[in-house]
Protein backbone atom coordinates (compact mmCIF):
# COMPACT_ATOMS: atom_id res chain seq x y z
CA UNK A 1 0.00 0.00 0.00
CA UNK A 2 2.53 2.79 0.97
CA UNK A 3 4.82 1.66 -1.76
CA UNK A 4 2.42 2.26 -4.33
CA UNK A 5 1.02 5.33 -2.90
CA UNK A 6 4.47 7.13 -3.11
CA UNK A 7 4.80 6.16 -6.54
CA UNK A 8 2.04 6.29 -8.36
CA UNK A 9 3.36 6.85 -11.89
CA UNK A 10 6.13 4.51 -12.21
CA UNK A 11 4.71 1.55 -14.16
CA UNK A 12 1.30 3.59 -15.11
CA UNK A 13 1.30 2.07 -18.39
CA UNK A 14 0.89 -1.45 -17.46
CA UNK A 15 -1.17 -0.76 -14.22
CA UNK A 16 -3.45 1.95 -16.28
CA UNK A 17 -7.01 -0.39 -16.29
CA UNK A 18 -8.66 -0.93 -19.64
CA UNK A 19 -12.13 0.32 -18.78
CA UNK A 20 -12.75 4.02 -19.81
CA UNK A 21 -13.73 5.78 -22.98
CA UNK A 22 -16.03 8.60 -24.02
CA UNK A 23 -19.23 7.41 -21.94
CA UNK A 24 -17.32 7.15 -18.33
CA UNK A 25 -15.83 10.52 -19.34
CA UNK A 26 -19.29 12.24 -19.57
CA UNK A 27 -20.67 10.70 -16.79
CA UNK A 28 -17.56 11.85 -14.84
CA UNK A 29 -17.83 14.94 -16.01
CA UNK A 30 -21.33 15.32 -15.15
CA UNK A 31 -20.73 14.27 -11.48
CA UNK A 32 -18.16 16.83 -11.21
CA UNK A 33 -20.24 19.52 -12.31
CA UNK A 34 -23.16 18.45 -9.65
CA UNK A 35 -20.23 18.19 -7.22
CA UNK A 36 -19.39 21.73 -7.92
CA UNK A 37 -22.61 23.74 -7.75
CA UNK A 38 -21.76 24.82 -3.86
CA UNK A 39 -18.64 26.18 -5.39
CA UNK A 40 -20.72 27.72 -8.63
CA UNK A 41 -23.03 29.59 -5.72
CA UNK A 42 -19.67 30.74 -3.28
CA UNK A 43 -17.88 32.08 -6.57
CA UNK A 44 -21.11 33.80 -8.17
CA UNK A 45 -22.80 34.98 -5.18
CA UNK A 46 -19.48 36.59 -4.07
CA UNK A 47 -19.69 38.91 -7.66
CA UNK A 48 -23.46 40.23 -6.86
CA UNK A 49 -24.64 43.06 -5.25
CA UNK A 50 -27.81 42.59 -2.95
CA UNK A 51 -30.41 43.61 -5.54
CA UNK A 52 -29.10 40.69 -8.03
CA UNK A 53 -28.69 38.32 -5.43
CA UNK A 54 -32.54 38.93 -4.21
CA UNK A 55 -33.51 38.83 -8.31
CA UNK A 56 -31.38 35.94 -9.78
CA UNK A 57 -29.71 34.42 -7.08
CA UNK A 58 -28.63 31.07 -9.34
CA UNK A 59 -27.48 32.75 -12.47
CA UNK A 60 -24.11 33.83 -13.96
CA UNK A 61 -23.16 37.97 -11.93
CA UNK A 62 -23.75 40.34 -14.73
CA UNK A 63 -22.09 42.35 -14.48
CA UNK A 64 -19.99 41.36 -12.09
CA UNK A 65 -19.00 43.38 -9.03
CA UNK A 66 -15.86 42.93 -6.81
CA UNK A 67 -16.80 45.32 -4.28
CA UNK A 68 -17.76 42.72 -1.91
CA UNK A 69 -14.47 41.11 -2.05
CA UNK A 70 -12.90 44.65 -0.63
CA UNK A 71 -15.27 44.90 2.06
CA UNK A 72 -14.94 41.64 3.36
CA UNK A 73 -11.27 41.42 3.53
CA UNK A 74 -11.71 44.76 5.79
CA UNK A 75 -14.91 43.79 7.52
CA UNK A 76 -13.52 40.28 8.02
CA UNK A 77 -10.08 41.72 9.16
CA UNK A 78 -8.43 38.93 7.18
CA UNK A 79 -4.69 40.42 7.23
CA UNK A 80 -4.13 40.12 10.40
CA UNK A 81 -5.91 36.38 10.49
CA UNK A 82 -3.86 34.72 7.75
CA UNK A 83 -0.82 36.33 9.69
CA UNK A 84 -2.15 34.92 13.06
CA UNK A 85 -3.03 31.71 11.54
CA UNK A 86 0.70 31.60 9.42
CA UNK A 87 2.27 32.12 12.58
CA UNK A 88 0.39 29.88 14.82
CA UNK A 89 0.74 26.98 11.59
CA UNK A 90 4.28 27.30 11.06
CA UNK A 91 6.03 26.92 14.93
CA UNK A 92 3.64 24.77 15.76
CA UNK A 93 4.73 22.62 12.36
CA UNK A 94 8.73 22.82 13.74
CA UNK A 95 8.19 21.92 16.83
CA UNK A 96 6.27 18.89 15.79
CA UNK A 97 8.74 17.93 13.31
CA UNK A 98 11.90 18.56 15.69
CA UNK A 99 10.19 16.68 18.65
CA UNK A 100 8.01 14.03 16.98
CA UNK A 101 10.92 13.03 14.96
CA UNK A 102 13.62 12.81 18.11
CA UNK A 103 10.95 11.32 19.66
CA UNK A 104 10.15 8.63 16.77
CA UNK A 105 13.42 7.95 16.45
CA UNK A 106 13.75 6.68 20.35
CA UNK A 107 11.02 4.84 20.11
CA UNK A 108 11.65 3.18 16.45
CA UNK A 109 15.34 2.16 17.77
CA UNK A 110 14.16 0.98 21.26
CA UNK A 111 11.27 -1.13 20.17
CA UNK A 112 11.28 -3.26 23.12
CA UNK A 113 10.67 -2.87 27.13
CA UNK A 114 10.17 0.85 28.43
CA UNK A 115 10.05 1.75 24.51
CA UNK A 116 7.43 -0.56 23.43
CA UNK A 117 5.04 0.92 26.28
CA UNK A 118 6.08 4.43 25.64
CA UNK A 119 4.91 4.19 22.02
CA UNK A 120 1.96 2.80 23.11
CA UNK A 121 0.81 5.35 25.22
CA UNK A 122 1.54 7.76 22.43
CA UNK A 123 -0.54 5.79 20.09
CA UNK A 124 -3.35 5.69 22.51
CA UNK A 125 -3.45 9.55 22.33
CA UNK A 126 -4.41 9.01 18.67
CA UNK A 127 -7.85 7.39 19.80
CA UNK A 128 -8.79 9.72 22.84
CA UNK A 129 -11.01 12.40 21.68
CA UNK A 130 -9.52 15.84 22.66
CA UNK A 131 -12.84 16.50 24.00
CA UNK A 132 -11.93 14.23 27.06
CA UNK A 133 -8.89 16.32 28.00
CA UNK A 134 -10.70 19.42 26.79
CA UNK A 135 -11.70 21.36 29.99
CA UNK A 136 -8.64 20.27 31.94
CA UNK A 137 -7.13 21.68 29.29
CA UNK A 138 -8.31 24.74 28.92
CA UNK A 139 -8.01 25.47 32.86
CA UNK A 140 -4.64 24.59 32.67
CA UNK A 141 -3.91 27.10 29.78
CA UNK A 142 -5.99 29.38 31.82
CA UNK A 143 -4.11 29.22 35.04
CA UNK A 144 -0.92 29.98 32.92
CA UNK A 145 -2.23 33.09 31.75
CA UNK A 146 -1.97 31.27 28.08
CA UNK A 147 -5.54 32.18 26.61
CA UNK A 148 -5.53 34.48 23.71
CA UNK A 149 -2.18 33.85 22.90
CA UNK A 150 0.22 32.68 20.14
CA UNK A 151 2.19 30.55 22.45
CA UNK A 152 -1.17 28.79 23.99
CA UNK A 153 -2.06 27.72 20.72
CA UNK A 154 1.67 26.39 19.77
CA UNK A 155 1.64 24.00 22.98
CA UNK A 156 -1.74 22.44 22.10
CA UNK A 157 -1.15 21.72 18.48
CA UNK A 158 2.39 20.83 19.70
CA UNK A 159 1.12 18.30 22.12
CA UNK A 160 -2.63 17.20 20.15
CA UNK A 161 -1.03 16.60 16.84
CA UNK A 162 2.37 14.62 18.42
CA UNK A 163 0.76 11.08 18.69
CA UNK A 164 -0.09 10.79 14.76
CA UNK A 165 3.03 12.90 14.27
CA UNK A 166 5.51 9.82 16.22
CA UNK A 167 3.38 7.51 14.44
CA UNK A 168 4.20 8.56 11.13
CA UNK A 169 7.91 8.82 12.04
CA UNK A 170 8.23 5.76 13.75
CA UNK A 171 6.91 3.70 11.26
CA UNK A 172 9.19 5.49 8.70
CA UNK A 173 12.40 4.91 11.27
CA UNK A 174 11.75 1.43 11.74
CA UNK A 175 11.82 0.62 8.01
CA UNK A 176 15.09 2.86 7.58
CA UNK A 177 18.70 0.64 7.76
CA UNK A 178 20.12 1.69 10.90
CA UNK A 179 23.90 1.03 9.28
CA UNK A 180 24.22 4.94 8.40
CA UNK A 181 24.24 6.37 11.88
CA UNK A 182 25.95 3.44 13.38
CA UNK A 183 28.54 4.22 11.14
CA UNK A 184 28.33 7.76 12.62
CA UNK A 185 28.42 7.00 15.92
CA UNK A 186 31.70 4.83 15.85
CA UNK A 187 33.72 7.47 13.79
CA UNK A 188 33.11 9.40 16.59
CA UNK A 189 29.62 11.74 16.31
CA UNK A 190 27.46 12.01 19.32
CA UNK A 191 23.84 11.00 18.99
CA UNK A 192 22.89 14.39 17.87
CA UNK A 193 25.25 14.85 15.48
CA UNK A 194 24.27 11.70 13.95
CA UNK A 195 20.79 12.33 14.29
CA UNK A 196 20.94 15.86 12.84
CA UNK A 197 23.26 14.83 10.11
CA UNK A 198 22.22 11.70 8.93
CA UNK A 199 19.03 10.53 10.20
CA UNK A 200 17.03 13.48 9.78
CA UNK A 201 17.92 14.25 6.08
CA UNK A 202 16.65 10.32 5.53
CA UNK A 203 13.85 11.30 7.11
CA UNK A 204 12.40 13.89 4.24
CA UNK A 205 9.71 12.10 2.65
CA UNK A 206 7.56 11.47 5.91
CA UNK A 207 8.29 14.89 6.73
CA UNK A 208 6.65 16.10 3.99
CA UNK A 209 3.75 13.61 5.08
CA UNK A 210 3.92 15.56 8.39
CA UNK A 211 3.92 19.10 7.51
CA UNK A 212 1.08 18.21 4.74
CA UNK A 213 -1.29 16.74 7.37
CA UNK A 214 -0.83 18.62 10.31
CA UNK A 215 -0.45 21.63 8.39
CA UNK A 216 -3.97 21.29 6.81
CA UNK A 217 -5.07 19.72 10.18
CA UNK A 218 -3.91 23.14 12.31
CA UNK A 219 -4.72 26.09 9.68
CA UNK A 220 -8.78 24.39 9.25
CA UNK A 221 -9.50 23.85 13.38
CA UNK A 222 -11.70 25.80 14.38
CA UNK A 223 -12.93 24.93 18.30
CA UNK A 224 -10.08 25.35 20.25
CA UNK A 225 -9.04 28.66 18.81
CA UNK A 226 -12.36 29.91 19.29
CA UNK A 227 -12.06 28.54 23.09
CA UNK A 228 -8.41 29.99 23.47
CA UNK A 229 -8.35 33.20 21.01
CA UNK A 230 -11.86 34.72 20.61
CA UNK A 231 -11.94 38.20 21.82
CA UNK A 232 -8.24 38.54 21.54
CA UNK A 233 -7.59 40.06 18.43
CA UNK A 234 -5.50 36.89 17.62
CA UNK A 235 -8.13 34.79 15.79
CA UNK A 236 -7.16 32.40 13.55
CA UNK A 237 -8.82 32.72 9.88
CA UNK A 238 -11.49 30.23 10.83
CA UNK A 239 -12.17 31.69 13.61
CA UNK A 240 -12.24 35.37 12.22
CA UNK A 241 -14.59 34.16 9.43
CA UNK A 242 -16.94 32.79 12.07
CA UNK A 243 -17.78 36.30 13.93
CA UNK A 244 -18.00 37.44 10.59
CA UNK A 245 -20.51 35.47 9.50
CA UNK A 246 -22.21 36.01 12.50
CA UNK A 247 -22.13 39.39 11.89
CA UNK A 248 -23.12 39.59 8.49
CA UNK A 249 -25.07 36.59 7.79
CA UNK A 250 -27.93 38.43 5.96
CA UNK A 251 -25.16 39.64 3.60
CA UNK A 252 -24.93 36.62 1.22
CA UNK A 253 -22.85 38.57 -1.15
CA UNK A 254 -20.11 39.81 1.35
CA UNK A 255 -20.23 36.86 3.21
CA UNK A 256 -19.29 34.48 0.39
CA UNK A 257 -16.96 36.70 -0.70
CA UNK A 258 -15.00 36.91 2.51
CA UNK A 259 -15.48 32.91 2.51
CA UNK A 260 -13.77 32.80 -0.82
CA UNK A 261 -11.12 34.88 0.21
CA UNK A 262 -10.27 33.08 3.59
CA UNK A 263 -10.64 29.31 1.79
CA UNK A 264 -7.93 30.99 -1.42
CA UNK A 265 -4.96 30.36 0.32
CA UNK A 266 -4.81 26.68 1.26
CA UNK A 267 -6.25 26.16 -2.11
CA UNK A 268 -3.63 27.58 -4.05
CA UNK A 269 -1.56 25.80 -2.22
CA UNK A 270 -3.45 22.55 -2.66
CA UNK A 271 -3.17 23.15 -6.30
CA UNK A 272 0.28 24.01 -6.33
CA UNK A 273 1.37 20.85 -4.47
CA UNK A 274 -1.55 19.03 -5.42
CA UNK A 275 0.37 15.64 -6.06
CA UNK A 276 2.13 15.54 -2.76
CA UNK A 277 -1.04 16.30 -0.90
CA UNK A 278 -3.13 13.65 -2.13
CA UNK A 279 0.29 11.42 -2.06
CA UNK A 280 0.13 12.65 1.63
CA UNK A 281 -3.35 12.06 2.92
CA UNK A 282 -3.63 8.54 0.38
CA UNK A 283 -0.33 6.94 2.16
CA UNK A 284 -0.01 8.93 4.92
CA UNK A 285 -1.72 6.98 7.69
CA UNK A 286 -0.01 3.64 6.55
CA UNK A 287 3.54 5.10 6.64
CA UNK B 1 25.84 -22.73 23.46
CA UNK B 2 25.62 -19.94 25.37
CA UNK B 3 27.58 -17.92 23.07
CA UNK B 4 25.92 -18.71 20.52
CA UNK B 5 22.41 -16.62 20.03
CA UNK B 6 24.55 -13.82 22.00
CA UNK B 7 26.52 -13.25 18.85
CA UNK B 8 23.90 -14.06 16.45
CA UNK B 9 21.77 -11.35 17.50
CA UNK B 10 24.65 -8.60 18.08
CA UNK B 11 26.85 -9.61 15.53
CA UNK B 12 25.36 -7.07 13.15
CA UNK B 13 25.98 -4.18 15.74
CA UNK B 14 29.09 -5.60 17.45
CA UNK B 15 32.08 -4.59 15.24
CA UNK B 16 34.40 -6.95 17.32
CA UNK B 17 36.47 -5.89 20.90
CA UNK B 18 39.20 -3.75 18.96
CA UNK B 19 36.48 -1.66 17.13
CA UNK B 20 34.68 -0.98 20.40
CA UNK B 21 37.10 0.88 22.62
CA UNK B 22 37.40 3.17 19.40
CA UNK B 23 34.68 5.59 19.86
CA UNK B 24 35.95 7.60 22.19
CA UNK B 25 33.92 10.71 21.63
CA UNK B 26 30.73 8.86 21.60
CA UNK B 27 29.76 9.96 25.27
CA UNK B 28 29.18 7.15 26.81
CA UNK B 29 32.13 5.53 28.53
CA UNK B 30 31.79 2.71 26.71
CA UNK B 31 34.17 -0.29 28.14
CA UNK B 32 35.29 -3.37 25.46
CA UNK B 33 34.28 -6.66 26.24
CA UNK B 34 30.66 -5.79 27.61
CA UNK B 35 28.27 -7.18 24.46
CA UNK B 36 25.36 -5.11 26.25
CA UNK B 37 26.67 -1.73 27.04
CA UNK B 38 28.19 -1.74 23.45
CA UNK B 39 25.20 -2.18 21.97
CA UNK B 40 23.16 0.72 24.48
CA UNK B 41 25.94 3.19 23.20
CA UNK B 42 24.19 2.84 19.51
CA UNK B 43 20.90 3.04 20.92
CA UNK B 44 19.85 6.83 21.26
CA UNK B 45 19.56 7.81 24.65
CA UNK B 46 16.46 9.11 27.09
CA UNK B 47 16.89 13.05 25.80
CA UNK B 48 15.45 11.98 22.15
CA UNK B 49 12.05 11.19 24.10
CA UNK B 50 12.04 13.49 26.88
CA UNK B 51 10.86 16.59 25.15
CA UNK B 52 7.93 14.91 23.11
CA UNK B 53 6.92 12.90 26.60
CA UNK B 54 6.74 16.29 28.44
CA UNK B 55 4.74 18.26 26.13
CA UNK B 56 2.20 15.11 25.41
CA UNK B 57 1.81 14.68 28.85
CA UNK B 58 0.90 18.04 29.62
CA UNK B 59 -1.39 18.34 26.84
CA UNK B 60 -2.78 14.69 26.17
CA UNK B 61 -2.32 12.50 29.54
CA UNK B 62 -2.55 14.67 32.29
CA UNK B 63 -5.96 16.65 30.64
CA UNK B 64 -7.59 12.92 29.88
CA UNK B 65 -7.22 11.62 33.07
CA UNK B 66 -8.22 14.86 34.73
CA UNK B 67 -11.45 14.44 32.68
CA UNK B 68 -11.74 10.83 33.71
CA UNK B 69 -11.97 12.17 37.41
CA UNK B 70 -13.79 15.35 37.25
CA UNK B 71 -16.80 12.83 35.29
CA UNK B 72 -17.70 11.40 38.68
CA UNK B 73 -17.50 15.36 40.36
CA UNK B 74 -19.71 17.97 40.18
CA UNK B 75 -17.16 20.26 39.19
CA UNK B 76 -18.79 23.35 38.14
CA UNK B 77 -15.52 24.90 36.14
CA UNK B 78 -14.54 27.46 39.40
CA UNK B 79 -14.05 26.88 43.23
CA UNK B 80 -14.32 23.06 44.90
CA UNK B 81 -15.84 20.34 43.74
CA UNK B 82 -17.21 17.14 45.38
CA UNK B 83 -17.41 13.25 43.99
CA UNK B 84 -20.41 12.55 43.31
CA UNK B 85 -19.75 8.67 42.08
CA UNK B 86 -22.03 8.12 38.95
CA UNK B 87 -24.66 10.28 39.82
CA UNK B 88 -23.14 12.31 36.05
CA UNK B 89 -24.04 9.02 34.12
CA UNK B 90 -27.55 8.85 35.94
CA UNK B 91 -28.44 12.10 35.06
CA UNK B 92 -27.04 11.55 31.38
CA UNK B 93 -29.31 8.11 31.40
CA UNK B 94 -32.45 10.82 32.09
CA UNK B 95 -31.23 13.54 29.97
CA UNK B 96 -33.36 13.68 26.90
CA UNK B 97 -31.35 15.92 24.88
CA UNK B 98 -28.11 13.86 26.17
CA UNK B 99 -30.07 10.68 25.04
CA UNK B 100 -30.95 12.26 21.57
CA UNK B 101 -27.44 12.97 21.39
CA UNK B 102 -25.78 9.67 21.45
CA UNK B 103 -28.28 8.39 18.81
CA UNK B 104 -28.10 11.38 16.64
CA UNK B 105 -24.33 10.76 16.86
CA UNK B 106 -24.54 6.96 16.18
CA UNK B 107 -26.97 7.88 13.03
CA UNK B 108 -24.72 10.31 11.84
CA UNK B 109 -21.88 8.61 11.84
CA UNK B 110 -23.46 5.61 10.40
CA UNK B 111 -24.78 7.75 7.37
CA UNK B 112 -21.94 9.61 7.07
CA UNK B 113 -19.21 6.00 7.48
CA UNK B 114 -21.41 4.11 4.48
CA UNK B 115 -22.74 7.30 2.20
CA UNK B 116 -19.16 8.34 1.93
CA UNK B 117 -17.19 5.52 1.19
CA UNK B 118 -19.70 4.35 -1.23
CA UNK B 119 -19.38 7.09 -2.93
CA UNK B 120 -15.43 7.45 -2.40
CA UNK B 121 -15.04 3.91 -3.88
CA UNK B 122 -16.88 4.84 -7.01
CA UNK B 123 -15.13 8.09 -7.39
CA UNK B 124 -11.94 5.78 -7.09
CA UNK B 125 -13.20 3.39 -9.40
CA UNK B 126 -14.13 6.24 -11.83
CA UNK B 127 -10.83 8.16 -11.69
CA UNK B 128 -8.78 5.23 -11.81
CA UNK B 129 -10.00 4.67 -15.37
CA UNK B 130 -8.38 4.97 -18.77
CA UNK B 131 -10.25 8.58 -19.25
CA UNK B 132 -8.39 11.86 -20.19
CA UNK B 133 -9.85 13.93 -17.19
CA UNK B 134 -8.58 11.56 -14.30
CA UNK B 135 -5.71 14.11 -13.08
CA UNK B 136 -8.56 17.12 -13.43
CA UNK B 137 -11.70 15.30 -10.91
CA UNK B 138 -9.16 14.18 -8.55
CA UNK B 139 -8.03 17.74 -7.76
CA UNK B 140 -11.78 18.71 -7.96
CA UNK B 141 -13.29 15.85 -5.63
CA UNK B 142 -10.44 15.99 -3.27
CA UNK B 143 -10.58 19.65 -3.07
CA UNK B 144 -13.00 20.54 -0.19
CA UNK B 145 -11.60 18.15 1.83
CA UNK B 146 -8.53 20.62 2.49
CA UNK B 147 -10.76 23.68 3.34
CA UNK B 148 -12.29 24.56 7.00
CA UNK B 149 -14.89 22.56 7.57
CA UNK B 150 -16.83 25.69 8.97
CA UNK B 151 -16.20 27.73 6.02
CA UNK B 152 -18.00 24.40 3.87
CA UNK B 153 -20.80 24.55 6.97
CA UNK B 154 -21.29 28.43 5.56
CA UNK B 155 -21.24 27.89 2.35
CA UNK B 156 -23.83 24.69 3.04
CA UNK B 157 -26.22 26.79 4.59
CA UNK B 158 -26.47 28.61 1.87
CA UNK B 159 -27.25 25.91 -0.64
CA UNK B 160 -30.11 24.85 2.24
CA UNK B 161 -31.36 27.99 1.99
CA UNK B 162 -35.06 28.00 2.83
CA UNK B 163 -35.62 30.35 -0.26
CA UNK B 164 -37.72 28.84 -2.84
CA UNK B 165 -35.58 30.41 -5.67
CA UNK B 166 -32.09 30.06 -3.98
CA UNK B 167 -29.50 27.10 -3.47
CA UNK B 168 -30.73 23.87 -3.75
CA UNK B 169 -34.67 24.34 -3.82
CA UNK B 170 -33.72 26.90 -6.94
CA UNK B 171 -31.83 24.09 -8.52
CA UNK B 172 -34.66 21.98 -7.71
CA UNK B 173 -37.41 24.74 -9.01
CA UNK B 174 -35.62 25.30 -11.81
CA UNK B 175 -35.16 21.24 -12.98
CA UNK B 176 -39.42 21.40 -12.39
CA UNK B 177 -38.71 19.01 -9.07
CA UNK B 178 -40.56 22.15 -6.96
CA UNK B 179 -42.18 19.39 -5.26
CA UNK B 180 -38.96 18.28 -3.36
CA UNK B 181 -37.98 21.36 -2.06
CA UNK B 182 -37.57 21.28 1.58
CA UNK B 183 -36.62 23.61 4.58
CA UNK B 184 -33.45 21.70 5.05
CA UNK B 185 -31.92 22.55 8.01
CA UNK B 186 -35.21 23.95 9.91
CA UNK B 187 -36.93 20.60 9.36
CA UNK B 188 -36.20 18.92 12.71
CA UNK B 189 -36.41 15.28 10.97
CA UNK B 190 -34.19 16.54 7.92
CA UNK B 191 -31.87 18.42 9.49
CA UNK B 192 -29.57 15.77 10.60
CA UNK B 193 -29.49 14.66 7.55
CA UNK B 194 -28.66 17.14 5.75
CA UNK B 195 -25.36 17.74 7.78
CA UNK B 196 -24.53 14.09 6.80
CA UNK B 197 -24.62 15.66 3.28
CA UNK B 198 -22.70 18.34 3.56
CA UNK B 199 -20.06 16.00 5.62
CA UNK B 200 -19.91 13.75 2.55
CA UNK B 201 -19.81 16.14 -0.06
CA UNK B 202 -16.49 17.61 1.87
CA UNK B 203 -14.95 14.30 2.78
CA UNK B 204 -16.32 11.66 -0.28
CA UNK B 205 -13.05 13.09 -1.81
CA UNK B 206 -10.67 11.99 0.99
CA UNK B 207 -12.18 8.13 0.86
CA UNK B 208 -11.22 8.43 -2.59
CA UNK B 209 -7.70 9.26 -2.64
CA UNK B 210 -7.60 6.44 0.13
CA UNK B 211 -9.56 3.70 -2.12
CA UNK B 212 -7.62 5.16 -5.43
CA UNK B 213 -4.10 4.50 -4.06
CA UNK B 214 -5.46 0.73 -3.06
CA UNK B 215 -6.70 0.08 -6.57
CA UNK B 216 -3.56 1.31 -7.92
CA UNK B 217 -1.83 -1.70 -5.94
CA UNK B 218 -3.55 -4.49 -7.64
CA UNK B 219 -0.97 -5.82 -9.98
CA UNK B 220 -2.33 -5.92 -13.65
CA UNK B 221 -1.16 -9.39 -14.23
CA UNK B 222 -3.80 -10.72 -11.62
CA UNK B 223 -6.95 -8.94 -13.51
CA UNK B 224 -5.52 -10.07 -16.82
CA UNK B 225 -5.01 -14.28 -15.04
CA UNK B 226 -8.62 -13.59 -14.12
CA UNK B 227 -10.10 -12.20 -17.44
CA UNK B 228 -7.74 -15.10 -19.26
CA UNK B 229 -9.70 -17.94 -16.89
CA UNK B 230 -13.23 -15.78 -18.30
CA UNK B 231 -14.31 -13.74 -15.41
CA UNK B 232 -16.49 -10.67 -16.29
CA UNK B 233 -16.07 -7.27 -14.87
CA UNK B 234 -17.97 -7.67 -12.10
CA UNK B 235 -16.83 -10.95 -10.84
CA UNK B 236 -12.98 -9.29 -11.33
CA UNK B 237 -13.62 -6.65 -9.16
CA UNK B 238 -15.66 -8.80 -6.49
CA UNK B 239 -12.91 -11.53 -6.75
CA UNK B 240 -9.41 -9.58 -7.45
CA UNK B 241 -9.80 -5.90 -6.55
CA UNK B 242 -12.40 -6.32 -3.58
CA UNK B 243 -10.50 -8.11 -1.38
CA UNK B 244 -7.01 -6.32 -2.41
CA UNK B 245 -9.01 -2.85 -1.55
CA UNK B 246 -9.26 -4.30 2.45
CA UNK B 247 -6.45 -2.49 3.59
CA UNK B 248 -7.62 0.95 2.09
CA UNK B 249 -11.24 -0.08 3.50
CA UNK B 250 -9.92 -0.90 6.53
CA UNK B 251 -8.19 3.08 7.02
CA UNK B 252 -11.37 4.43 5.64
CA UNK B 253 -14.11 2.99 7.86
CA UNK B 254 -11.71 4.22 10.24
CA UNK B 255 -10.99 7.50 9.96
CA UNK B 256 -14.57 8.24 8.84
CA UNK B 257 -16.32 6.46 11.99
CA UNK B 258 -13.86 8.40 14.42
CA UNK B 259 -14.59 11.54 12.38
CA UNK B 260 -17.78 11.01 12.68
CA UNK B 261 -18.06 10.09 16.21
CA UNK B 262 -16.44 13.48 17.28
CA UNK B 263 -17.95 15.43 14.22
CA UNK B 264 -18.73 19.37 16.05
CA UNK B 265 -17.92 22.21 13.65
CA UNK B 266 -19.60 21.36 10.80
CA UNK B 267 -22.86 20.95 13.29
CA UNK B 268 -22.19 23.85 15.32
CA UNK B 269 -22.01 25.94 12.50
CA UNK B 270 -25.01 24.60 10.18
CA UNK B 271 -27.30 23.91 13.13
CA UNK B 272 -25.89 24.61 16.45
CA UNK B 273 -27.97 21.67 17.44
CA UNK B 274 -31.52 22.78 16.27
CA UNK B 275 -33.86 22.98 15.68
CA UNK B 276 -34.85 21.89 18.85
CA UNK B 277 -32.37 19.19 19.70
CA UNK B 278 -32.77 17.17 16.25
CA UNK B 279 -29.33 17.53 15.22
CA UNK B 280 -27.92 17.82 18.63
CA UNK B 281 -24.70 15.10 18.82
CA UNK B 282 -22.38 14.31 21.74
CA UNK B 283 -20.27 17.10 20.94
CA UNK B 284 -22.31 19.97 20.76
CA UNK B 285 -24.35 19.01 24.02
CA UNK B 286 -20.49 18.56 25.89
CA UNK B 287 -19.39 21.90 24.56
CA UNK B 288 -23.20 23.69 25.83
CA UNK B 289 -22.99 21.74 29.20
CA UNK B 290 -19.66 22.86 30.06
CA UNK B 291 -19.43 26.35 28.00
CA UNK B 292 -22.95 27.41 28.31
CA UNK B 293 -24.73 25.76 31.27
CA UNK B 294 -20.91 25.84 33.36
CA UNK B 295 -22.02 21.92 33.88
CA UNK B 296 -18.06 20.88 33.41
CA UNK B 297 -18.36 17.90 35.59
CA UNK B 298 -21.27 16.94 33.56
CA UNK B 299 -19.69 17.67 30.66
CA UNK B 300 -16.47 15.90 31.11
CA UNK B 301 -18.51 12.64 31.35
CA UNK B 302 -20.11 13.13 27.99
CA UNK B 303 -17.14 13.56 26.67
CA UNK B 304 -15.95 10.02 28.82
CA UNK B 305 -19.06 8.73 27.22
CA UNK B 306 -17.74 9.83 23.37
CA UNK B 307 -14.15 8.58 24.17
CA UNK B 308 -15.87 4.94 25.26
CA UNK B 309 -17.36 5.07 21.94
CA UNK B 310 -14.50 5.86 19.52
CA UNK B 311 -12.43 3.29 21.87
CA UNK B 312 -14.90 0.64 21.25
CA UNK B 313 -15.42 1.29 17.83
CA UNK B 314 -12.20 0.94 16.98
CA UNK B 315 -10.98 -2.02 18.26
CA UNK B 316 -13.55 -4.00 17.36
CA UNK B 317 -12.60 -2.38 13.45
CA UNK B 318 -9.17 -3.19 13.51
CA UNK B 319 -9.91 -6.75 15.21
CA UNK B 320 -12.39 -7.77 12.07
CA UNK B 321 -11.26 -6.09 9.25
CA UNK B 322 -7.81 -6.63 9.90
CA UNK B 323 -8.76 -10.41 9.52
CA UNK B 324 -10.35 -10.11 5.96
CA UNK B 325 -6.88 -8.16 4.53
CA UNK B 326 -4.87 -10.08 1.86
CA UNK B 327 -2.00 -9.61 0.15
CA UNK B 328 -1.25 -9.43 -3.70
Redesign the interface.
Known sequence: MSTTATTPRSTAPKRRPRYGGYGLELVMAAVAVVFLFPVYALVTLAMKDPAQIADSPLSPPAPPTFANFGNAWSSASLGPALLNSTIITVISLLLLIVLGSTGAYYLARRARGLGYGLYILFLLGIVLPFQLGMIPLYKLVDDLGWLGTYHGMVLFYTGIQLPFTVFLYTGFIRALPQDYAQAALIDGCDHRQAFTRIVFPLLRPITGTVIILNAVFIWNDFFTPLLYLGGSGKETVPVGVFSFVGQYVSDYGLVFAGLALAALPILVVFLLLQRYVIKGFAGGLKG | MNSLPDTATSGP?K?GPA?GG??????APAPAGRTRRHRD?????????V???L??A???????????V?AFTDWS?VGDFAFVGLDNFRTLLNDDRALESVSNTLLLTLAVVVVQNGIGLL?AL????????RSL???????P???????VA???K??YNP?N???LN??LG?LGLGGLRQDWLGNPSLALWSVAAMVV?QYAG?SM??F???L??V??EL?EAARIDGAG?WQRFRYVTWPLLA??LT?NLM?ST?GG??L??QV??ATNGGPGTSSETL?TV??KE??VFGK?GY??AV??V??LF??AV?LVQLRYLRAREVTA
Open positions: EPVAPAKSGATLPPWAFVPALVYVVVLYPSLAGVYGLGVNANIRSLRVIFFAAVVSPVMFLWYVDGAGGIAWYVILAGQSPAHTPAILILKFDYASLYAFFSTALLAVAS
